[in-house]
Each structure stands twice: as C-alpha cells, then as structure tokens.
C-alpha cells in the first residue's frame, strides 16, 4: 500500500522532463490533490501503471463508484507523467467555483442534449495524443456493480484508432458516493487497478468492442474488490460493500430499478415550471 508523503508534493520530475506550459494548473492542482490524500493518509494500492502508454491516444474506462473517482484514476497515469482529460457532465462547468478548474485542466464538457460536441471534442483529443477518461456508465452505480455502459467509449476508439485501458476503482465510495452522507475517515485504503489494452480490431462492431470492455472492468472490478484489505467491521458497515459478496448495497435489478423511478421524478421536476418561470416565458413570447 501506498501513502502520499510530504516528499511527493513536492517532488521534481513528477510530471517528466518537459511538461506542457499549458498544462501548469493541472499540475498545481494535482500536487494540492496529493496534500489532500496525504492529510487524510489514504492508502492506495495502485496497480497496472506500466499498461497506461507513455505517449498517444488512449480511452481509459473505469467503473464508477464515488465521487472521487477521477483524482483516484489519475494517479494510475502519473508514473508514465501523463494527465487524463476526463469527460463530465456540464453542470459541473457551469459551476461558479468547479467549472474555472474543469476548464483549466482541459476536461471534457458532456452536454447530454448536445451529445455529439463532446464526442468530436474527445475524438480530437485522442487523435492528437490524449489520454481521455471515461465513466461509461455514465453515472455512479449504488450496487457497487458494473452497470450497463454507453456506446460512446467503443465508438470513440474506433474512430481514434485508439486503444482501450479498462480500469476499476474501489474503496473511495466509503468517503463519499450517492445515497450517502460524506465521511472524512482517515486511513481508508483505495484499489485502482489499469487493465491491458484493448485493440480495436480491423471492422470490429461496437457492441462487440463494448462487450470485451465491461467483461475486462468487471473482472477487474471484481479483482480490486476480493483483494481489497479492509471488510465491514459491523452490520451497519456492510452498505459499502455489494450484495454478491455479503454486503447490504442495493442489488443490480434494485439499482436499476431505483435509478429508472428517479429519472422519472427528475423529468417530472424538469417539465413542471414554476409559477416564476411561466411568468419570464409569457415575457419573452411579448
């Protein structure tokens, strides 16, 4: 296990012999990240580094579990002294306080009205070099299994002509994920694991691109969970981990289930106006 020290903030070299200028703010913040992880004496078992390429396009895809899973899947790239560009949703762009890092460190915005912007933006990227970063199932699973994932990854890589690096996360959840209060516990261990690349091959279908992916993160994910160090100390604890392996997270139909009502409410929310919007909307009509 590895714990961030005082001497990794502020080590030379951390981001290879010559960094891109323009990625100056990325680096700040992820050496602000290491202080972070350090105070908090996170122990990081990060494995399958030497899989993430030292130079070109690569799509990593990773299964998604907190909401710190993007700093965690970073540190599997530093050792090659790559930055992933991460796609994320919009929202937090146009966040006031998020957006102005989002955009320093050259991520990716996910509008889902306008879904083809993000994909060119992403495919440029990978073609110039990038590595990108991808949640393809597109928002964090409360079973704590691989859910369904997006097409958008396989489609990108076969346009890229790009490799894939399945990944999985795990441990992170129990500081902070959906459906749960934040816990800022110190000492929590966090698994990062980076698979083999997956080669597109010549005419390969998406849905069969799509199909290696989630078997490889599943199986990594599976992997991150079994060797994981730490287990539920009581029956209170064991929400943190899935169903298959004894614990009390939701199963996969029960998440998709609770997933699919709350969509529903969520459109409901969206159509409903307020009294205040209806009144902006016969103004504008004016």
Known sequence: MYTASWQDVVRPGLYGASPDPKDKPYRIIIRIALVVFRLFRFRFDVRGSEHVPPTGGAIICSNHVSFFDFTF?????????????????????DHGFSGRFMRAMRHIPVDRRVGTAAF????????????VGIFPEATISTSFTVKDL??????????????????????????ATKNHKVELRRG???????????????????????RRTRAAME?????????????????????????????TAPTPAEAAT????????QEVRKRKK???????????RR
């Open 73 to 93: 899947l970073g540190l599997a790239a530093l050792p090659q002294h790559r930055l992933v560009r991460f796609m994320a949703k919009k929202a937090v762009f």
């Open 120 to 131: 060119e933006t992403a495919v440029r990227a990978l073609k110039d070099g990038e590595i």
């Open 150 to 175: 997006k097409a958008g990854a396989a489609r990108m890589a076969i346009d890229a002509g790009v490799p894939i690096l399945p990944a999985a996360v795990w441990g992170g959840h129990r500081v």
């Open 188 to 210: 929590i261990p966090v698994t990062v694991i980076v698979g083999e690349s997956i080669i597109p091959e010549p005419g390969e279908k998406v849905q069969v691109l799509l």
């Open 219 to 247: 199986a990594l994910l599976d992997e991150a969970q079994r060797t994981y160090p730490d287990q539920p100390a009581t029956d209170d604890e064991r929400w943190w981990q899935p169903a298959h392996l004894g614990g």
């Open 258 to 265: 609770a997933d699919a009502v709350r969509a529903a409410g």
């Open 274 to 284: 307020s009294p205040l919007a209806r009144v902006r909307d016969r103004l504008r």
